[in-house]
């Protein structure tokens, strides 16, 4: 079983939109949740983080962790034309000692939000 | 700032050929990392350095393939010699260690380097 697991799509959606997009993970260690977004032929940039379990909202984005179930979520509302792009997972476990910050990265979902 | 710069953009070279791809992190970030995309496999890290010291190397696929970081502004990662299979886009990464606890360091990511190898 692979660390991370995310579908890798494609999902299509119309304009507006809610997405769910989510992730699942087998390493209890893991404390440190992020999403990052990849437009093609561009490198991963972080959209959004979180800490722990629990929600955080940035706008239109919504990510949300489930440490029980070992599941994350992020979630698009009024999604755009211009959210079209490969969403990627992350996670890492906390520093310890000389510091770990080793991310673990789904593969990613293509998503296309069409005008 | 410029952000990281990663060259070349685009590598094609033949079987057994050495490659050189090259990284400027962003000024001020004290981590560096190397990671491969491919489709199948995903984004994978290779390997990070802190402060120029490499730090967890256990990515690198085989012996083929070094990295170095020779000062804080510059870091190299080299296949010889290359295969088909090195065929990816590689990316450097760089962060600034995050000092708030709760926090996390963001990691950003050159344009990549898109290796072909024939």
């Known amino acids: 079983q692979k660390e991370v697991e995310q579908d890798p799509g494609p999902l299509s959606v119309p304009e507006g939109a809610i997405v769910s997009l989510n992730c699942t993970y087998s390493?209890?260690?893991?404390?440190?949740f992020m999403w990052y977004r990849q437009y093609s032929r561009k490198g991963p940039e972080l959209l959004m983080y979180?800490?722990?379990?629990g929600n955080k909202e940035d706008g239109r984005f919504t990510a949300q962790v489930d440490k029980s179930s070992k599941y994350i979520s992020l979630f698009i509302r009024d999604s755009q034309p211009s959210d079209s792009a490969t969403y990627l997972c992350?996670?890492?476990?906390?520093?310890?000692?000389?510091?770990?910050?080793?991310?673990?990265f789904g593969k990613g979902t293509l998503l296309t939000v069409n005008p | 700032d410029a952000g990281v710069i990663q060259s070349p953009r685009h590598e094609v070279t033949e079987m057994g050929q050495e490659v050189t791809l090259r990284c400027k992190p962003i000024s001020g970030h004290d981590y560096l990392f190397w990671y491969r995309q491919t489709m199948m496999r995903g984004l994978e890290l290779l390997i990070y350095f802190n402060n120029n010291v490499p730090i967890d190397d256990s990515g690198m696929p085989e012996d083929r393939f070094s990295a170095k970081m020779p000062n804080a502004s510059f870091s190299t990662l080299k296949i010889q010699p290359s295969e088909p299979r090195d065929s990816a886009v590689y990316f450097c990464?760089?962060?600034?260690?995050?000092?708030?606890?709760?926090?996390?360091?963001?990691?950003?990511f050159g344009p990549g380097t898109r290796l072909t190898v024939l």
């Open positions: 390493n209890s260690a893991f404390q440190y």
């Open positions: 979180t800490y722990s379990s």
């Open positions: 990464a760089s962060s600034l260690r995050a000092r708030k606890a709760g926090s996390t360091d963001t990691q950003y």
């Open positions: 992350a996670m890492r476990t906390p520093n310890s000692g000389g510091s770990n910050y080793k991310l673990t």
